[in-house]
């Protein structure tokens, strides 16, 4: 709800101590609330956990950067949720239209796409963070049911490597085309 992300923004205010000049929102019509045992998300001792975090960015690109290091400064500074975006298709910085792509997004490079999220993931269960896998769809990708069979294999691989790990979230897809749902 509103509630819930103002509440998340002014505890993460305080956690950090200061507050921005400015805060950008990526699709906020996407927010959905996170909810188990209730409104709260308890961790192994049962305790609340408030999910303070970043989202990581182009893997294929600057997954060099997201090392053991990185992560570890991460949670030093009072990170304990990584987002791990997988991009269906994923635009070139340099693009200019909707249509020019490279060869980096889960539809050409899905070995390799994988084989880095399972790195990060591995680094961040150890440095005891949260991680949300995202499967992510950008607006003009088109219909989502265009991606079914490859979101099936996507969530198949990681549901059977990490479903028994408490510290790992799944993000069904982001930037939803709302033009693909039906009532």
Known sequence: TQQDVFE????SFKMTGGVPKEILFDNMKTVVDI????RKIKNSKNEEVMLNGVGLFHLLDYGYMYNEETLSALK??????????AYVN????NATDSVTRDDRGLVTAYDEYIQEMDRIIDIGTQQGLYCIVDFHILLEDGDI???QELADKF???FGSKYGKQNNI???LTNDLPFSSLEP
């Not at 998340?8 to 505890?11: F, Y």
């Not at 994923?90 to 910085?93: D, K, Q």
């Open 8 to 11: 998340s923004l002014i505890e």
């Open 35 to 38: 909810t188990k045992d209730g």
């Open 76 to 85: 030093y500074w009072g990170i304990n949720c990584i987002r791990i975006p």
């Open 90 to 93: 994923y635009r070139a910085s």
């Open 145 to 147: 049911k265009n991606y």
């Open 155 to 157: 969530f198949e691989h």
């Open 169 to 171: 979230f799944y993000e």
